[in-house]
C-alpha cells in the first residue's frame, strides 16, 4: 500500500489551500469510488483531504421550488427529501435507482457527480487505458465492450459516465457551483462532463483544486412533470445499460412548453438529447412526433461491434418515458 498524508479541512478556503500546497492531493467526500479505486492502485493520492464534515450538507428551498443541494448532502438524503420528491421527481429516482442502500447513506452529491468510469480495463492496471494511462491505448475498443458508448466516442476512449444522478440533472437543467483558487464559478452541468476526444483522462471541466460545492436546480413551474427510467442487467445495484431522465411541461394547447431529455450509458458524459429536444418543442407530443424526434437523435450512434443493442432499447426507453409523462401533464395539469 503506498503511504498517504490525510487531514480533514473545515472550510472550503482550508480545503482548496491545503490541495495548493500538497501535490498529488484528492479530496475524499464520501469515498465509495476513490477508496476503491486506491485499494485497486488505479489512485495514489499522495495526500487525502477530508471534506466531508464541510458545511456543505444541506438543501436550501429557493424562489419557485428551485432548490440549492449541498455537495457533502448524502445521495440518501437527496432522495428522500420531500422538495426533491415533490417538484423534482427524476432526481429522487435517479438517485434511488443508483448503487445499494448502504452506499447512498455515504456518496455524496458532489463524488456521485465526480465519480470514475466503471470500465474493466480502466479498473485493471495490467491492461492498456488512454483514461488511467494516457498513450496506453483503449483495451476496450476491440475488447469487452457491450457496456461502452455508442455516440460521442472518440478513438482514444469509448467509456461511458456511470452516474444515474448526473442524468436527471442534465434533463433538469441544473447548475454546479464551483469553488477554486480563483474564487466562485457555476457550470452548467451538461458543460460539466467532456466528451473523451484526445484527452479521455480528463472526465470535466474542474479546474486543479477546485471542490464543487453546490448543485442548484432551477424554479420550476406547477404542471411540470419528470421522471428517470433505467434499463440493467438485474433489477437493483447495477449500472444502466441505459437511461433516459425527462421533464415536460404543456402549455394551456397542449403543445410542448418545456422539454428536457438526457441519456445515460450511451456517451462519456449525461446526452442531453437537444436534436430531439429541437424537433419537439412547441409541438404536439404524439407518438409519431415523439418517435420521430427520438430517431433524429440517435442517428448520431455508432455502435461498438458488440453494443448496437444500445440504440433501440434508448429509443423505446425515451418513446415510452415520453409518452408517460405526456399523459401525466395533460390528465393533471397543475401537479408536479
Ligand atoms: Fe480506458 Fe476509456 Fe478505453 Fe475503457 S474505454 S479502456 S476507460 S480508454
Not at 94 to 115: D, E, K, M, V, Y
Not at 256 to 268: N, S
Amino acid at each position: 500500500m503506498k503511504p498517504f498524508t490525510y487531514l480533514r479541512a473545515h472550510s472550503v478556503e482550508e480545503a482548496t489551500a491545503a490541495h495548493a500546497r500538497l501535490p498529488g492531493a484528492r479530496y475524499l467526500g464520501g469515498g465509495t469510488n476513490l477508496v476503491d479505486l486506491m485499494k485497486l492502485g488505479v489512485e495514489t493520492p499522495a495526500a487525502l483531504i477530508d471534506i466531508s464534515r464541510l458545511p456543505l450538507g444541506e438543501v436550501e428551498e429557493l424562489p419557485g421550488a428551485g432548490l440549492r443541494i449541498g455537495s457533502m448532502t448524502r445521495n440518501s438524503d437527496v432522495a428522500a427529501h420531500p422538495l426533491v420528491r415533490a417538484h423534482h421527481p427524476a432526481l429522487s429516482q435517479a438517485l434511488l435507482a443508483g448503487a445499494s442502500g448502504q452506499l447512498r447513506n455515504i456518496a455524496t452529491t458532489g463524488g456521485n457527480l465526480l465519480q470514475r468510469t466503471r470500465c474493466p480495463y480502466f479498473q485493471d492496471v495490467s491492461k492498456p487505458c488512454n483514461k488511467r494511462s494516457p498513450g496506453t491505448g483503449c483495451a476496450a475498443r476491440d475488447g469487452v465492450h457491450r457496456d461502452h458508448a455508442v455516440l460521442g466516442h472518440s478513438a482514444d476512449c469509448v467509456a461511458t459516465h456511470p452516474s444515474d444522478m448526473a442524468v436527471a440533472l442534465a434533463a433538469l437543467d441544473a447548475d454546479i457551483a464551483l469553488h477554486g483558487a480563483d474564487g466562485a464559478r457555476t457550470v452548467p452541468v451538461t458543460d460539466f462532463h467532456r466528451l473523451p476526444g484526445d484527452h479521455p483522462e480528463r472526465d470535466t471541466v474542474l479546474r486543479d483544486g477546485e471542490i464543487v460545492t453546490a448543485v442548484v436546480l432551477p424554479p420550476t413551474t406547477p404542471g411540470t412533470v419528470s421522471l428517470y427510467r433505467k434499463a440493467r442487467d438485474r433489477a437493483s445495484y447495477a449500472f444502466a445499460l441505459v437511461s433516459v431522465a425527462a421533464v415536460l411541461e404543456l402549455d394551456d394547447a397542449g403543445l410542448v412548453r418545456r422539454l428536457g431529455l438526457a441519456f445515460g450509458g450511451l456517451a462519456h458524459r449525461p446526452w442531453r438529447a437537444t436534436v430531439a429536444e429541437t424537433r419537439l418543442m412547441g409541438a404536439d407530443p404524439t407518438a409519431a412526433a415523439v418517435d420521430e424526434a427520438v430517431r433524429a437523435e440517435l442517428a448520431a450512434a455508432r455502435p461498438l461491434r458488440d453494443n448496437a443493442f444500445k440504440v433501440p432499447l434508448a429509443h423505446g426507453l425515451a418513446r415510452d418515458a415520453l409518452a408517460t409523462l405526456a399523459r401525466r401533464a395533460a390528465a393533471a395539469p397543475g401537479a408536479a
